[in-house]
């Protein structure tokens, strides 16, 4: 899947659900302990409240059969009508609206119940999605749950919610890392037959093997706020691989750290050869970022559709690894997740989609990391393009502005140079040095938000 796969995706599979800002070392009052069922026979279903916010627990998987555990979504192989049901444990708050209302998305195929449920197994209502509409790929209905029937059940509100669950998370050190891409070299600026750029470096068409151009790139990173790059890696000896040797010497001497974004793999055998390269390879420089005491190792979603996530747990590293997609399947055996395009405003805003992702995760002591990018330009590459206006760099601050709400552990610019995408921040003929100026800025308040 290319990025701009993924830039599509994401309007897609946005779900519709407000979660809260919470505070970060008190208890909160009193609230609505409930559980809620999610039974489906369609090959895709998600559960999303519109109204009012929540804070999320965990879940638990009640049928043995495969599928995908997404964020308040299932996922299975097209018109697989297999039963399924997950439960998830929530708190509601005491000032909740009088009818909570909740979208139930499906496949076009089976069913899907909502069933509310109390912590003593009482059913306190239930709700039947069995829409099929023409030429409709989501058969949305809405429902709403009289909130009424939580403040008349006796015990519901006897739960205090605390912070307890959170503390699972190792204290972290707030950074801010750029997705780095080291493969320029004279002809593949050009790699359309024409520049195939929508802007222009204000360094010139240079290559990454220049050791002066590299070590000028992390003086700018280092300038705007900017912790490490997450460097683009395609492969043992390719044109990546030899340049970021360079690299890592270069934040070794500047104090500057670097982390690796795999990109590629052919099967589980040659992923397991790579990590064990990369590993023995890279691992040792001391500019190297670590999280829990171990090399950090993003996975690109790419990865994720050549091989299973089975096969991806099942390697034994040494690595941290970060892996791709805010979905419960994708927190499960890995130190945490993060996403490289961010969310597109839809059924629910960027700031919501943020907020819920990071609940997930902090509910199983995982880290969360966010992405912020000052727009999209690959007009210039693909037939099938992607364009997101910077609009003089608003899109940029309303994203930044969004994340810091949420305060994740790590944010993730989308890009320092990827040129071809048109997500750079690294300074242009076009517009200079305005986006590192506004990094420099929002890096700041993050970092002393965090302390």
């Known amino acids: 899947m290319t990025r701009n796969n993924i830039l599509c995706l994401a309007v897609c599979i946005i779900l519709s659900v407000q979660l809260p800002v919470h505070a970060n070392s008190k208890a909160y009052d009193s609230r609505y302990h409930i559980s809620f069922q999610v039974e489906t026979t369609s090959d895709w279903t998600d559960f999303n409240f519109t109204n009012s916010d929540f804070h999320y627990l965990g879940e638990t998987i009640l049928t043995s059969n495969l599928f995908s555990l997404g964020i308040f979504s299932i996922s299975k192989k097209p018109f697989d009508s297999t039963l399924t049901k997950v439960e998830y444990q929530i708190f509601f708050p005491l000032d909740l609206p009088g009818q909570i209302k909740f979208s139930v998305r499906k496949g076009r195929i089976g069913y899907t119940k909502i069933t509310f449920l109390t912590l003593k197994r009482e059913t306190l209502a239930y709700f039947i999605n069995k829409k099929q509409i023409p030429n409709d790929s989501f058969n949305q209905e809405d429902f709403f749950l009289n909130s009424k029937i939580l403040k008349d059940t006796k015990g519901m509100n006897e739960t205090t919610y605390t912070k307890s669950h959170y503390d699972l998370l190792p204290a972290t050190v707030p950074l ?187 509910s199983k002591g995982k880290l969360f990391a966010a992405p912020v990018m000052p727009g999209f330009d690959d007009r210039f590459v693909n037939t099938k393009s992607t364009y997101i206006n910077r609009n003089k760099g608003k899109y940029y601050k309303n994203l930044w502005e969004a994340v810091l709400a949420i305060k994740p552990d790590w944010i993730l610019i989308n890009t320092f140079n990827e040129w071809f995408e048109g997500t750079e921040i690294e300074p242009s003929k076009e517009f200079g040095d305005f986006y590192l100026k506004l990094t420099k800025t929002y890096s700041q308040k993050f970092k002393s938000s965090k302390i």
């Open 176 to 362: 801010i890392l750029a997705f780095y891409f080291p493969w320029y070299y004279e002809e593949n600026w050009h790699w359309t037959g024409k520049l195939s750029i929508a802007h222009r470096p204000r360094l010139g068409l240079y290559s990454s093997s220049d050791e002066r151009i590299l070590k000028t790139h992390i003086d700018l990173a280092k300038e705007a706020g900017i912790d490490g790059f997450i460097c683009s890696w395609w492969g043992i000896n390719s044109v990546t691989d030899q340049n970021l040797k360079k690299l890592a010497q270069l934040c070794d001497k500047n104090n500057f750290k670097f982390s690796i974004y795999l990109e590629d793999t052919k099967n589980p055998f040659d992923l397991r050869e790579q990590i064990q390269y990369l590993e023995s390879t890279f691992a040792q420089y001391k500019s190297f970022l670590y999280y829990k005491n171990k090399p950090v190792l993003f996975i690109f979603n790419r990865i994720l559709e050549k091989i299973s996530l089975d096969s991806l747990r099942s390697i034994k590293s040494g690595f941290s690894i970060i892996n791709y997609g805010y979905g419960v399947s994708n927190l499960q055996g890995f130190e945490g997740y993060h996403e490289f395009v961010p969310p597109v405003e839809g059924f629910r805003s960027v700031k919501q989609t943020y907020r819920l992702a990071k609940e997930v995760a902090y």
